[in-house]
């Protein structure tokens, strides 16, 4: 069967055809395997699977709700889940919400319209993702969540593939007091989109590291969207503002390095130890060079990987785990040679 692998970027307005209606923690696995250059050859069993949920995928359409398929981690995803559907054999449809809630609902409606088969879902925020969730489940089509959870009250019974995000916030955190020690220091942080699970738990990771302990304190958030520009101009906000900066930790690399820009044109970065989230090649690069102090990783292609296999699985009525988590790790110079970023 000829295999078939299309990407659509949608913009879908509500029209007649559509339907009426407008991160327990679990602790993180070591190291990642997959992201390290010394990865193992895949073994004889794991390509037998494939070959077998190819088979029994084959022809099924499955659409991805993203509201983020302009972000640089999202495009390192969307290459490896591509690449994982023409593996198995199934047609992958990217929907664009361009980080719209009401965006992403008729998104859905428009997918269970035209019939797909499974959808992977990414909510732009914590919320909006109620409403989703359920629509698509009383239209009985398979659904995983990824990248980042649903709200609680619909998630417990959906599978979902991701990374634990409070606790890469609480790594960034066990970083920061490493770089400050018993002195303490101030801290601003930079977070990704309001509401939405990644920056939530992010935050409340790295809050729950630092808070309490003696002499630290959190004098600065801001909300950068996942956007490097944005990001250097919040910096530039805090450097304006704050005299004394200790430490920056930032949702995800790309904001980390414009966090790094701006402290660098300020002639502050020397006094500052900037923190990310995601392992990119800028980031690394800059852990590499001195400019940052670590990140945390987040595989991109490990993600979307996992996520095309568990709605082939799901489709085929197999029994997963409620959540298939990633691997995460400190990065610091010390092993940052270990890793080559992957967005």
């Not at 970083?175 to 020690?181: D, P, T």
């Not at 085929?316 to 400190?330: A, M, Q, R, Y």
Request: glycine share 10%.
């Amino acid at each position: 069967m000829k295999k078939v692998v299309s990407i659509l970027l949608v913009v879908v307005l509500c029209g007649a055809f559509m339907l009426a209606g407008c991160a327990p923690q679990q602790a993180a696995p070591a190291a990642s395997e997959a992201a390290k250059e010394s990865a193992a050859a895949p073994q004889e069993s794991a390509a037998a699977k494939a070959d077998d949920s190819a088979a029994a995928a084959g022809g099924k359409r499955v659409a991805f709700i993203n509201p983020f398929v302009s972000s640089p981690y999202m495009a390192a995803y969307v290459t490896a889940a591509m690449a994982k559907a023409d593996e198995l054999g199934i047609e992958l449809t990217m929907m664009d919400a361009e980080g719209n809630s009401q965006k992403a609902y008729d998104l859905a409606q428009s997918a269970i319209g035209q019939k797909y088969d499974g959808i992977m879902l990414l909510s732009p925020d914590t919320k909006s993702s109620i409403s989703i969730v359920k629509m698509i489940e009383k239209a009985g089509i398979p659904l995983i969540i990824t990248n980042a959870k649903a709200d609680e009250s619909v998630q417990k019974d959906l599978t979902y593939v991701g990374a634990d995000l409070e606790k890469q916030g609480e790594m960034a955190g066990e970083m920061a007091l490493e770089v400050m020690g018993e002195k303490g220091g101030k801290i601003c942080i930079i977070e990704g989109p309001g509401g939405h699970d990644a920056a939530l738990s992010r935050s409340a990771g790295f809050k729950k590291a630092v808070e309490g302990k003696p002499g630290v304190e959190i004098i600065g958030v801001q909300q950068a969207d996942w956007d490097r520009a944005i990001a250097m101009q919040k910096m530039d906000d805090f450097l304006v503002q704050f005299p004394e900066i200790d430490v920056v930790f930032c949702h995800d690399d790309n904001m980390a390095i414009g966090a790094v820009e701006a402290a660098k044109a300020a002639g502050r970065l020397k006094d500052i130890t900037v923190l990310g989230v995601g392992a990119s090649i800028d980031g690394l690069a800059a852990i590499k060079s001195g400019e940052m102090f670590g990140t945390v990783l987040q595989a991109p292609g490990e993600e979307g990987s996992k996520s095309v296999q568990a709605i082939v699985d799901t489709m085929d009525g197999k029994t997963l785990d409620k959540w298939i988590v990633l691997d995460c790790d400190k990065i610091t110079k010390e092993n940052v040679d270990e890793y080559k970023g992957e967005w």
